[in-house]
């Protein structure tokens, strides 16, 4: 979504072949990777990381919690990111190393 032009520009993201179904996305606040979170029918939810100077070339896929993920939010210095999921857990994730470092609920 272009907010000055008040246009949108469809994106095609490398997920052929996926089952993965999309329920959240966001832009990181640098505005450089794409995060989209969702997950398998019946299986475990996923973050996948796109690249958007590399024309939202796939550059990582997390495993994030073991029902759909609903939720992605970032730190302003971008290098945490939160995760909500249908495991009623909270995710905390290190955006360097690319891991959860802490799970937070029930």
């Known amino acids: 979504w272009h907010i000055d032009r008040r246009t949108m520009k469809p994106v095609k993201l490398g997920l052929d072949g996926s089952e993965d179904k999309i329920s959240t996305l966001a832009y990181s606040p640098k ?3 794409l995060f989209v979170g969702g997950g398998e029918p019946g299986g475990h939810g996923t973050v996948k990381l ?8 796939l550059v ?4 994030a919690h ?9 730190s302003p210095d971008s290098k945490w990111m939160g995760t909500g999921g249908g495991d009623a ?5 290190d ?4 891991a959860c470092v802490r799970t ?3």
């Open 31 to 33: 505005g450089d990777h």
């Open 50 to 57: 796109f690249d958007v100077k590399e024309k939202y070339t």
């Open 60 to 63: 990582h896929s997390l495993v």
């Open 66 to 74: 073991t029902g759909n993920v609903y939720g992605v939010a970032f």
């Open 89 to 93: 857990l909270v995710g905390i994730w």
């Open 95 to 98: 955006l360097k190393e690319l």
């Open 104 to 106: 937070v609920g029930r």
